[in-house]
């Protein structure tokens, strides 16, 4: 026993070791740690009081009514996907700049998914395009059941646009909000559902604040609550008022009534989400402060930085730097340079209808041209609560003399 976990705590020492800056990772306080501990000295490790405190405090932060908390962002997206009522023969439409899981969650259901391109600016789904779609939609009978919008890199989309065609063609509002807790639209927190049915968040370690794994969706509808809370727990209630009534000589304790999944969240996992929940403003500062940092470095050099739209306050999850079409710098030698130099940045995100399953569902190249020409340009540069000023200084650092050596290049070869 002794050596496994010696093993384990040599591996966790050589990981911090290594010289490795991530685009993003999770802050974890002494707080956080005395949270957990004092879950697994306690009687519930699931289904006990913590996750419904979770749930509450959430809600309360974002000014939703209901909080449903899951085992990851993905399983939020599923059972909000399933209680809205998607299903074979319906249509899930989305950006095509976002994790597969916005799309994913419509295939789970039957549901069949289309893309509608992005604002190349805000980098979320264009709300003119998405009115496009729904003209032609309309005159085919294919318009969708659900819409979800994405909060790219932690911006809140058009959400007033959004919602004003949900009324006109009818269809629901999925926020997926992945990126987007702590982030404001107009001056409201994301996740009050002035705009939407269901706002789905994830608190995987990349994302804002962080239960390990673990997610949740938050709703206004005292309905969709209530099916989401079924559906998380295999569809079994033991609520008296949910029940059907059965013999009095038989013990009916519970009853099945719907086919619902395992998707809970543990008891650890909500204490750490409580406490991190608590410095959600703090990291969302941090976060802000660092682009702000970036933006100013990169003023200078020739690389675009994300626009931000007045009417919102992003969270800032992600900050990609774009190289711009005209200069000698290329996305791809920069991605390797910044590798090499030991910076893990990513590339957020490959068109979803590009990734080989859905190609094989018959989505073409250059369907969306927007999301294609962000892909090409883009590199999301490190950016997280626990970053420290020499690591941001060194990432600075790194892409200024990667610009100024393509510039130096340039001149050198344009005097030749
Ligand atoms: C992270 C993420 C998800 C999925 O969340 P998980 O908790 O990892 O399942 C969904 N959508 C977007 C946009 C995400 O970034």
């Not at 697994?40 to 405190?53: I, K």
């Not at 990851?72 to 059972?79: Q, S």
């Not at 989505?363 to 626990?386: H, L, M, Q, R, T």
């Not at 510039?407 to 005097?415: C, D, L, N």
Request: hydrophobic fraction near 40%; aromatic fraction near 10%.
């Amino acid at each position: 026993m002794n050596s496994v976990v010696n093993l384990t705590a040599l591996f966790v020492h050589n990981m911090n070791q290594a010289n490795i800056i991530p685009y993003s990772k999770q802050s974890i306080s002494e707080a956080d740690i005395e949270a957990v501990v004092s879950v697994l000295r306690s009687d519930f490790l699931t289904q006990g009081p913590v996750v419904p405190a979770f749930e509450q405090a959430v809600a309360n932060y974002c000014h939703a009514w209901h909080g449903i908390a899951v085992s990851n962002g993905t399983a939020a997206l599923h059972i909000a996907c399933m209680s809205l009522g998607l299903g074979p023969g319906d249509w899930l439409w989305t950006s095509p700049i976002t994790f597969v899981a916005s799309a994913n969650c419509g295939l789970f259901c039957g549901a069949k998914v289309d893309f509608v391109d992005i604002d190349p600016h805000t980098f979320n789904i264009s709300a003119l395009a998405l009115e496009k779609k729904l003209i032609e939609a309309k005159l085919q009978g294919k318009l969708p059941k659900v819409v979800v919008p994405v909060h790219m890199c932690g911006q809140p989309c058009d959400m007033a646009a959004v919602h004003a065609l949900s009324i006109k063609y009818g269809f629901k509002i999925i926020e997926d909000a992945s990126h987007a807790i702590g982030a404001k639209y107009l001056g409201e927190p994301i996740g009050n559902g002035r705009y939407s049915d269901i706002t789905v968040f994830s608190f995987h370690p990349v994302k804002i604040i962080t239960t390990g794994e673990g997610g949740m969706a938050v709703t206004n509808s005292d309905v969709l609550a209530q099916k989401m809370k079924l559906l998380r727990s295999h569809g079994i209630s033991s609520a008296p008022a949910e029940m059907e009534t059965r013999p009095s000589d038989e013990i009916w304790n519970y009853q099945q009534i719907d086919l619902g999944f395992n998707y809970r969240m543990t008891e650890i996992q909500a204490a750490l989400g409580l406490s991190q929940l608590k410095r959600l403003d703090e990291f969302v500062d941090i976060r802000k402060n660092i682009a702000m940092f970036y933006d100013q470095a990169f003023s200078l050099v020739d690389i675009k930085i994300p626009w931000q739209h007045p009417d919102t306050q992003s969270s800032f999850h992600l900050y990609p730097i774009q190289v711009t079409m005209t200069s000698s710098i290329s996305q791809q030698s920069l991605y390797q340079t910044l590798t090499q130099a030991g910076l893990k940045v990513n590339l957020h995100y490959i068109p979803v209808y590009r990734q080989p399953y859905y190609a094989r569902l018959g989505f073409k190249k250059g369907y969306c041209p927007n999301a294609e020409k962000y892909f090409k340009k883009s590199i999301s540069i490190p950016i997280y609560a626990s970053m420290n000023t020499e690591q941001q200084q060194h990432v600075v650092d790194l892409i200024q003399s990667f610009c100024h050596s393509k510039v130096v290049k340039q001149t050198v070869g344009a005097r030749l």
